[in-house]
């Protein structure tokens, strides 16, 4: 199927079923509703482990070419995280095409509903970039098969993702430094919002030295005072003398200039798709910089989400959290023993766990 992107025939087509992100997706729903100004893609990429879980992101988009190719790479990433974080879930995702500052009605988020609710269970919708707990609330309004919402799970699930990094965090120390505490350890943290302020909370709760860094000073600020953190110009967060560098901002931090100016041994953080090539695995691997995968650190938002077992319980729930530090000490043992990098154990523990589920 080739549809054509926004505006006359003569603009550039995109392809569907040949495009290059297309990793064997399940199904690809279109959704219009002109009445309400609803512009949506679903995507299903693999339902092998259970029906498909990951949030809706709403987001300006500049052609639908770009909106189609974000949600079928993030919905091949929710594959992946689901399987390697031992949910019983496949991957999915949504993008609305809208300016959350400007477009959010309930009107729209109810039309979006209808849609999520055909896929009968196919697909389970929550929170993702310009969407929140109130607007997942509408959601419910419609259908059953979403979660995140103010009646259904824990909540906001940035605090359980925080939780998780902050024990990722120990789990790689541990494993590359060989000590049994982070206290003593310093850690530079870029990005103090809502996943990096409470991941500079419990690591100074236990004793780490922070340096941190953020491009808005009212974040910064707070976390400062809180912990008596050393703040930084944003550029110079991942050059400073630290044991654990924690991308918490943004995506591609991890790349072919950024690699050599590293000081830390470790990288263990909560933004999603740090390495901005698959080779930069390696280029870490090389200089002994131990990374922790992002999809796995940054899984315990997913996990709160995901796991029905402990959803009246967050004390039980960041237990199960916790878990995350053995999947990732497996995976460094498995990179060590097979001289690959942690990226690629990640994905492959993920793919063996889907083929052996279809056998
Ligand atoms: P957020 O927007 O609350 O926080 C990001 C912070 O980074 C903000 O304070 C922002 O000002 C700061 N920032 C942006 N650009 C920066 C730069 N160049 N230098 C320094 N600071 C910069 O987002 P969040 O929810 O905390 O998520 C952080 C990362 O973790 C994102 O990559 C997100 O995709 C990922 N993640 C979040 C969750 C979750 O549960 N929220 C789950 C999985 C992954």
Redesign the pocket.
């Known amino acids: 199927m080739t549809a054509l992107a926004s505006g006359s025939v003569h603009e550039m087509a995109f392809s569907v079923f040949d495009h290059p992100e297309n990793k064997s997706h399940e199904q690809i729903v279109f959704c219009e509703d002109r009445t309400v100004g609803l512009k949506a893609l679903i995507a299903i990429h693999d339902t092998t482990l259970g029906p498909a879980l990951g949030g809706t992101r709403m987001w300006r988009y500049e052609t639908e070419a770009e909106a189609l190719t974000d949600v079928l790479r993030l919905s091949a990433g929710m594959t992946q995280k689901n399987a390697v974080a031992g949910l019983d879930l496949g991957g999915g995702k949504a993008v609305i095409v809208a300016d959350a500052r400007r477009d959010k009605t309930p009107a729209l988020f109810h039309a979006f509903a209808r849609f999520v609710d055909r896929l009968n269970g196919a697909y389970i919708t929550a929170e993702d970039?310009g969407v929140t707990l109130a607007d997942m609330d509408l959601v419910s309004n419609v259908t059953d098969h979403v979660t995140g919402t103010s009646k259904k799970g824990l909540g906001?699930?940035?605090p359980?993702?925080?939780w998780g990094v902050f024990k990722g965090i120990e789990a790689a120390a541990r494993h590359r430094l060989g000590i049994s505490s982070i206290g003593g350890l310093t850690v530079a943290i870029?990005?103090?919002?809502?996943?990096?302020?409470p991941v500079a909370r419990h690591l100074a709760e236990a004793g780490a030295s922070l340096i941190v860094?953020?491009?808005?000073d009212s974040?910064?600020q707070p976390v400062v005072e809180a912990t008596g953190a050393r703040a930084v110009n944003?550029a110079d967060?991942h050059k400073v003398e630290a044991d654990v560098f924690a991308?918490?901002?943004?995506?591609g931090i991890l790349n072919a200039q950024s690699i050599p100016e590293l000081k830390a041994a470790v990288v263990a953080?909560?933004?999603?798709?740090q390495l901005l090539e698959a080779g930069d695995g390696e280029r870490l691997r090389r200089r002994g910089i131990l990374y922790a995968p992002?999809y796995v650190i940054?899984?315990?938002?997913?996990i709160s989400l995901g796991d029905s077992r402990y959803q009246s319980d967050p004390e039980a729930m960041r237990n199960r959290v916790a878990q995350i530090q053995d999947t990732l000490s497996k995976i460094f043992k498995r990179a060590d023993d097979e001289g690959l990098s942690p990226a690629v154990i990640a994905d492959r523990m993920a793919e063996e766990r889907i083929a052996s589920a279809r056998d």
């Open positions: 970039v906001d699930p940035s359980f993702t925080a870029q990005g103090v919002g809502h996943v990096g302020g860094t953020d491009i808005h974040h910064l944003p967060i991308p918490c901002a943004l995506g953080g909560a933004a999603n798709n992002d940054n899984a315990g938002g997913v």
